[in-house]
């Protein structure tokens, strides 16, 4: 049972442009999430966070949105360079329990 | 610090034999997490442990599969026997708390023949 879906295995977006990345939940009890960012051959690296109690959390080119209603989560990047290119982990806390997506693959195109 | 440290970095083994991956947490974190990463089922939490204790082994596939933490430098995860389906990268990452960030080590890639 995938608890935390992100149903787009890959986005290419030019760069200069908006990266957006998805991420649903199932589970209204999750109150942390946070998204991960994985290169080839490496460990995932974390990027940014928001708890449940807010809707909106900015660092730099990196915003996360939070839709508690629609139990949807998303990345957005701006602007995007290619350097962001990577596989892109969201995840979502609950109790002890800790769920991550399948992951999308960003291609940022020069 | 160097980081979350995993040994070995690569694996390869025959079914039935016993495979033994290593973690060296970043030192003052109290949480030490193993995961697995496949292509369908991405990341998947095996076991945490708090304290060196393990909270929240729901996530071991089955008897197959066990971990220890005797210190809070070091943890193993261990399969035995091993079967083919269980070839993934196996991630060890560690936090302060459950909830701070965690840091994930390079990974032990996997390969049961």
């Known amino acids: 049972d995938q608890q935390v879906k992100q149903n787009s295995p890959s986005l290419s977006v030019q760069e200069g442009r908006i990266s957006i990345l998805n991420c649903d939940y199932t589970n209204s009890m999750f109150d942390y999430f946070l998204w991960y960012k994985k290169y080839p051959a490496e460990g995932p690296t974390f990027l940014i966070s928001i708890s449940s109690i807010k809707d909106k959390n900015e660092d730099g080119r990196f915003t996360v949105f939070l839709n508690k209603s629609a139990k949807h989560l998303s990345l957005h990047i701006v602007p995007s360079q290619p350097g962001d290119s990577a596989v892109y982990f969201c995840?979502?806390?609950?109790?002890?329990?800790?769920?991550f997506g399948t992951g999308t693959s960003l291609t940022v195109i020069p | 610090d160097a980081g979350v440290i995993q040994s070995p970095r690569h694996e390869v083994t025959e079914m039935g034999q016993e495979v033994t991956l290593r973690c060296k947490p970043i030192?003052?974190?109290?949480?030490l997490f193993w995961y697995r990463q496949t292509m369908m089922r991405g990341l998947e939490l095996l076991i945490y442990?708090?304290?060196?204790?393990?909270?929240?082994d729901s996530g071991m596939p089955e008897d197959r599969f066990s971990a220890k933490m005797p210190n809070a430098s070091f943890s193993t995860l261990k399969i035995q026997p091993s079967e083919p389906r269980d070839s993934a990268v196996y991630f060890c990452?560690?936090?302060?708390?459950?909830?701070?960030?965690?840091?994930f080590g390079p990974g032990t890639r996997l390969l049961v023949l």
């Open positions: 990452a560690s936090s302060r708390d459950r909830k701070e960030t965690q840091y």
């Open positions: 442990f708090n304290n060196n204790v393990p909270i929240d």
């Open positions: 030192s003052g974190h109290n949480s």
């Open positions: 995840a979502a806390i609950t109790g002890n329990q800790f769920y």
